[in-house]
């Protein structure tokens, strides 16, 4: 018997998760939580309001944290990272479809975030489900993407306007996932590049990856793969950065928007 309530948000990515306070909930309550956010790659969990030391917790409860290098900190809980968008601000952090620290030999293996101050409209977040978008492949590119890898880099955080400390010694060199990978807990394959940090194929020029790479971010990002989290006060999104991409829908200007984020660490990628 679960001590959770959880609802489909979509047909293949994202679930609702009510019924429990995550400050007091028990262990058999965290694993099936956990269980949730691997079958469905991201969950929302309404009504926290969690405490930041309440927010490490729960990040510690998946693994030890791992803080990112390019985002402001929260003052008082340096783990913690600020996404913070001011009034005036016209673009915000991570509004394009990316996977988070896909640049890292071993990628977050999953975030999350909690919601502090929401502007009165917009700002969602959407997410998309690499797993099903995998499923989806035919048979043939399938079969060619099973033996590619794709360089990843943090390059593009160089020209980023918003909210990231680019501060030289933060850059590292590029790093190699396969272009097809398996989930690291339940073996499912999921297409695992993005438009934010891939840069080209292995063995492929700029080039010649680049109209393969534009195809497969269209593809991806179809509705049919995608949930859309529209924020309430004090709810905390968790996402496996493996199973999902998102995006942060940038159309509130002239409202603050601030979130916390924390990413814990993950492992180096298999092949599918
Ligand atoms: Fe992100």
């Known amino acids: 018997m679960s001590d959770w309530t959880i609802d489909k948000m979509a047909g293949h990515c994202g679930a609702r998760l009510t019924g429990v ?25 309404p009504d926290q309001h969690l405490s930041p030391e309440a927010h490490i917790t729960l990040a510690e409860f998946f693994g030890p944290i791992d803080v990112n290098r390019f985002f402001t900190p929260v003052a008082t809980h340096p783990m913690i990272a600020e996404v913070r968008t001011a009034p005036e601000q016209a673009a915000v952090i991570g509004g394009t479809w990316h996977t988070d620290h896909s640049y890292d030999a071993a990628p977050a293996m999953c975030s999350i975030l909690s919601a502090q101050t929401l502007p009165p409209f917009g700002g969602d977040t959407h997410f998309a489900s690499m797993s099903a978008a995998c499923a989806a492949l035919s048979p043939g590119l399938r079969k060619m993407l099973e033996g590619v890898q794709a360089w990843h880099s943090d390059g593009s955080f160089a020209d980023s306007k918003v909210g990231i400390d680019s501060a030289q010694d933060a850059f590292r060199d590029p790093v190699l996932h396969p272009a097809l990978i398996k989930h690291p807990v339940t073996g499912a394959p999921c297409i695992y590049v993005n438009g934010d940090f891939t840069t080209h194929f292995e063995g492929w020029s700029v080039e010649e990856s680049a109209p393969l790479l534009t195809y497969l971010y269209a593809f991806v990002t179809q ?50």
Do not use: C, K
């Open 21 to 45: 306070r995550l400050e007091t909930a028990n262990q058999s309550a965290l694993e099936q939580m956990r269980a949730a956010l691997f079958e469905h790659g991201v969950i929302v969990i």
């Open 223 to 272: 509705p049919i793969f995608t949930a859309r989290v529209v924020w309430e006060p004090g709810m905390v999104a968790i996402w496996d950065n493996r199973l999902v991409q998102h995006y942060a829908t940038a159309d509130y200007s002239g409202h603050a928007r601030l979130m916390h984020r924390i990413t814990v660490q993950g492992v180096p990628l298999d092949a599918a």
